[in-house]
């Protein structure tokens, strides 16, 4: 028994790795979350698949069911593949998971995916980091679990670029914080389903990004490369 931890990349279809591929083939068993595109099963044609995503009106499964699935068909089959979009290691909980199995004596074996941190501004031509304009760069949740006692998200991070993931719902709120520590005038370009037909690119600025329509799932980048994208060709 293994359990394949699999990332399915941040939407098209393509973009998923050979070794991903590799392992979906011969799958008994594919438990997936809700995916930019399901066309990724295709190449699982053998396999039963069990979706443990959110569904609109229903109770999702918590993280402790979703173990729990993980655990019984792994100790039920030879072959299975835990597939999650991106990268399974970028908020994607994998850690949580591979701990989880790894308590029951289960091998896991670990698949990286192209996550849409890096994966989804590259392909429209946005550089997280450039020359002479972008060092580094930070990657952090926009939607921190309220349940936390003490925050760990204090938007004063030193990098160059800012990519905020799952921040449209309090996107008012996270570039308000932004502004303590950054100009409000800074380059902000929010990309919608990115890498899907869907995709939606907005641009503007701390101050303003706010203001626009936007609908998730999408991602904010923040800082001067954003100038960077905007000389490209398209
Ligand atoms: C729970 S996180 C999972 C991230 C995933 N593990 C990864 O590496 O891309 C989901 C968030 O990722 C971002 N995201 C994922 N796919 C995206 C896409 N195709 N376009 C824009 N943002 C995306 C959004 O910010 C979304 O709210």
Redesign the pocket.
């Known amino acids: 028994m293994v359990v394949h931890l699999v990332?399915a990349g941040?939407?098209d279809p393509e973009l998923i790795t050979l070794k991903a591929v590799k392992v979906l083939e011969k799958a008994e068993v594919v438990i997936y979350d809700r995916l930019?595109n399901e066309e990724i099963l295709k190449h699982a044609p053998h396999a039963k698949l069990i979706y443990v995503g959110k569904k609109a009106g229903e109770h999702y499964k918590t993280q402790e069911e979703i173990n729990k699935i993980l655990i019984d068909e792994a100790k039920a089959h030879d072959e299975v593949v835990r597939l999650?979009?991106?990268?399974?290691?970028?908020?994607?909980r994998?850690g949580e998971e591979v701990l989880a199995l790894q308590e029951e004596g289960i091998s896991v074996d670990m698949i990286p995916?192209?996550?849409?941190?890096i994966?989804?501004p590259t392909t429209i031509g946005l550089p997280v980091t450039h020359r002479g304009v972008a060092t580094s760069f930070t990657v952090v949740?926009?939607?921190e679990d309220p349940t936390k006692k003490e925050k760990q998200v204090k938007w004063d991070y030193t990098a160059d670029t800012v990519v905020?993931?799952?921040?449209?719902g309090q996107i008012a709120e996270n570039t308000q914080e932004m502004m303590k520590y950054r100009d409000p005038e800074t380059p902000v370009c929010v990309?919608?389903?990115?890498?899907?037909p869907e995709?939606r690119i907005i641009t503007g600025t701390l101050e303003n990004i706010s203001k626009k329509d936007i609908n998730?799932?999408?991602?904010?980048i923040v800082g001067n490369v954003v100038d960077v994208y905007k000389k490209m060709k398209k």
């Not at 905020?164 to 449209?168: A, E, K, N």
């Open positions: 990332g941040p939407g930019a999650k979009g991106g990268d399974p290691f970028v908020f994607g994998g995916g192209i996550t849409s941190a994966g989804v949740t926009g939607h905020v993931l799952m921040g449209i990309i919608e389903k990115g890498t899907t995709e998730p799932p999408a991602l904010l």
